[in-house]
């Protein structure tokens, strides 16, 4: 035989008012009133007990719900927020190298892609002359170059303090070496409003790989490009498939 306590009623001062209440009622029909009715008042009071306590519940469990959808969104927004700053270069916002790697790798799953990898020319000189401040607003100009005149599908990343990576998915060696040439020349015409009036250009290695690549081939083969533009006389933009011939030269 169980023999645990049940668990305590919430409601049994009203559960008893109430059975008392039925009791008087069958027990004094159609004599006299006062214990009827004495039974009944009771049986309201504790009714309108319980309907005072059932409201309080109901506002209390409406905070906690509220409360808790709150606090869920938050954990949301939370998450959200460090899932882009372990992806998000601190300073620009564009991608960071784990995520360009990570993006490189699966869009290599299922398509062709080109890597575009670009390092802004004399960068250490700007620097030294002017201060790191200025160089942050270099690198942010870039920045908005990049996005603002890739293509709508590229990605953007940052790769080192000033290489960058541009991805294109489902683009062709020649039009992304295009594309290239358009950023190049968004660089080299957009003011940065250095101190002394002088021009920011980058240099760029461009790479491309059918599906079934992966982020390291790629990256060493627009790296190596981008070696050959630097040592080119830089501001210019240099394909993979070119440097054989340009070492030769």
């Given amino acids: 035989m169980d023999t645990a306590a049940s ?3 919430l409601f049994d001062a009203e559960n008893q008012a109430l059975l008392t209440a039925r009791a008087a009622y069958d027990a004094c029909a159609g004599a006299k009133a006062e214990p009827c009715a004495e039974a009944l008042g009771d049986l309201l009071a504790a009714y309108e007990r319980l309907l005072r306590e059932t409201r309080r519940l109901v506002r209390r469990s409406d905070r906690a719900e509220l409360e808790m ?3 869920n969104q938050r954990l949301q927004d939370l998450a959200s927020e460090l899932t882009h700053r372990a992806t998000h270069d601190p300073l620009t916002g564009v991608y ?5 790697i990570d993006l490189v790798n699966r869009h290599f799953a299922s398509d062709d892609l080109a890597l575009v990898v670009l390092d802004i ?3 250490k000189r700007v620097n030294d002359s002017f201060g790191h401040p200025v160089g942050d607003r270099v690198i942010m100009g870039v920045v908005n170059c990049l996005k603002n005149a890739a293509p709508a ?3 953007v990343g940052r790769v080192g303090g000033e290489e960058f990576t541009v991805l294109l998915p489902g683009h062709s060696a020649e039009a992304s070496e295009h594309a290239a040439q358009t950023v190049r020349r968004a660089i080299e015409t957009h003011d940065f409003r250095l101190p002394d009036g002088s021009r920011i250009t980058a240099s760029f290695g461009v790479s491309w790989l059918p599906r079934g690549g992966n982020f ?3 990256y060493n083969l627009a790296d190596e490009a981008l070696y050959v533009a630097k040592r080119g006389g830089r501001n210019q933009v240099v394909r993979a498939a070119g440097i054989v011939d340009l070492q030769s030269a």
């Fill in 7 to 9: 668990p305590p009623d």
């Fill in 69 to 71: 959808t709150q606090l």
């Fill in 96 to 100: 960071n190298r784990a995520a360009i």
């Fill in 121 to 123: 020319d004399h960068f």
């Fill in 153 to 155: 599908t590229a990605h």
């Fill in 216 to 218: 390291d081939n790629a």
